[in-house]
C-alpha cells in the first residue's frame, strides 16, 4: 500500500494539473516529464501546463480487459495529442463505441480510473470525452 501512496504522490503534478515538463534549451516537451532530454541531453527543464482539449489519433475496442478494469468491457483505448508531439494514451468515454472515430477532438478530464487492491485505494487519472 505504501508504494501506491509514494508513486501517487511523485505523480501528482502531471496527474492533477496536466502539468509536462519543457526543456530550456531546445524546447521540446515531455508528458510526463524526464530527467534528461531525449533531443539535446539537457538536463534543465521548466513546468508547463498543458490544454485540456485535443485530438484522437488512433483507438482500439478492449473487449476482453484485463484484471482489474473487466467490470468495465468492452472500453475504448485511444492516443490522444494535446499539443505538436505530445501524445498520450487515455480511456475514451461517454461517447458510444459505435460514434468514436479518429480526428475526433476531445476534452481531457480527471476521473476515477479503478479501486486498487484490497483496501479499495482510489486510482484516479486521465479519461476523454468528445469535446
Known amino acids: 500500500m505504501g508504494g501506491i501512496t509514494a508513486r501517487n504522490w511523485r505523480e501528482t503534478p502531471y496527474r492533477y494539473r496536466l502539468e509536462a515538463k519543457k526543456c530550456t534549451n531546445c524546447g521540446k516537451v515531455f508528458f510526463p516529464g524526464r530527467l534528461v532530454c531525449d533531443g539535446c541531453h539537457n538536463r534543465k527543464f521548466e513546468a508547463i501546463n498543458l490544454p485540456d482539449h485535443g485530438e484522437l489519433l488512433t483507438f482500439t475496442v478492449i473487449r476482453v480487459a484485463p484484471e482489474g478494469f473487466s467490470d468495465q468491457a468492452p472500453y475504448a483505448i485511444g492516443i490522444v495529442e494535446l499539443m505538436k508531439g505530445v501524445r498520450f494514451t487515455t480511456q475514451i468515454v461517454d461517447i458510444p463505441l459505435d460514434d468514436i472515430a479518429i480526428g475526433m477532438p476531445v476534452k481531457v478530464e480527471f ?11 482510489h486510482c484516479y487519472g486521465y479519461k476523454c470525452v468528445p469535446a
Open 111 to 121: 476521473r476515477k480510473i479503478r479501486d486498487d487492491g484490497h483496501a479499495g485505494i
